[in-house]
Every structure is written in C-alpha cells, then in structure tokens.
C-alpha cells in the first residue's frame, strides 16, 4: 500500500526531492495527452481553456512554451492567513494550484492541522527507513 502524500512528505523529512508536482509550490508542466491527442499542463486541468497543442502535430517545446502554458502556470493562487506562521510552510510552499484549493481556505489549512498532528510520526519512519 502506498499513499503519496505520506511518502512525499517522508522524503521532505529526509531532505529529498519531493515526486508530487504539487508539493513543489509550483505549477510544472506535466504534459498529459488524451485521447485526442490534445495535451494539456496537468491531469487535473485538462480543460479547452488549458490546451498547450495536439501531440500529433506540436513539438514538445513550442508546447512547453506556448502562451496557454505560461498562462496557466502564471495563474495566481489563494492567500491563506495560516501560511504566516505555519512551520510547515517550507514543505507545502502553499502548494500548486489545485492543491491550494483542495488543503485551505483564506483562514483554515487543513494541511498544516494534518502535519501538526502527524509530521513527527511521519518523520521517525522515514528515519527508520532510511536506515536500513
């Protein structure tokens, strides 16, 4: 069994890279294709209004660079009045666009309620692991 976002936050704990885009504070193209052969920046923003070409017929550079995509990764994200003092803020970097919808509001993170709770636990298992 695996849950990704406990495993993120482990390799955090270990000064690792973390392997969620969304963990990055960032948006990164991700370039999915659908059916269609349309690609679009993320799996969860596969919207006509987010459509960076047509794997068929773009290169994957004129996609990485075309304006939809530095549109959508220029679109700004929620203030959250718990980011001020949040100890965790260096980890979720007020997270990617459709994390930031999904953790907080502007005064509620549940994130950093979650982190609060189980951050050290998290932590001494990825010690464990990385020991062996």
């Known amino acids: ?19 969620q885009c969304g963990m990055l504070g960032r948006c990164a193209p991700q370039f999915v294709v659908e ?8 799996d969860f923003y596969a919207l ?4 960076v070409g047509d794997i ?12 939809a995509m530095h549109a959508f990764l220029r679109e ?14 260096g980890m979720c ?10 953790y907080y509001d502007e005064g509620y993170c549940g994130l950093r309620e979650f982190l609060e709770y189980a951050y050290p636990g998290l932590q001494r298992v990825a010690r464990m692991f990385a020991r062996r």
């Open 48 to 51: 006509d209004e987010h459509r």
């Open 1 to 19: 069994m695996s849950i990704w976002l406990f495993e993120n936050i482990m390799q955090m704990a270990l000064g690792q890279f973390p392997s």
């Open 76 to 89: 700004p994200r929620r203030a959250c009045s718990q980011c001020a003092d949040c100890p965790f803020e």
């Open 35 to 42: 059916s269609d052969g349309s690609v679009y920046p993320c």
């Open 93 to 102: 970097h007020r997270n990617c666009k459709r994390l930031n919808i999904a």
């Open 56 to 67: 068929r017929n773009d290169d994957l550079e004129a996609m990485a660079t075309c304006e």
